[in-house]
């Protein structure tokens, strides 16, 4: 198992210890550190998502109002 150090300000300290006082502290941080990794790879999955998308918005080329109609009212009894 890895050691690892930080830094964090004296009143998260405390409130962390406060909070998870009788707990295994190395535990909830290994838990949150993996929390933290999972959410930072769905931030770039959405990222990219998101700039997948604009660079095919940008490929399409536009449809027509009347043609937007059209395909609404198509197939309706």
Known sequence: MATVNFSV???VKSTFNKAFAGANKSAVVAQLMRQAVEERRRQNRR???IERLLRLRRTIRPVAE???RAARVKGRP
């Open 47 to 49: 990222r990219r998502a």
């Open 66 to 68: 009347v043609a937007i």
């Open 9 to 11: 300000p004296e009143d």
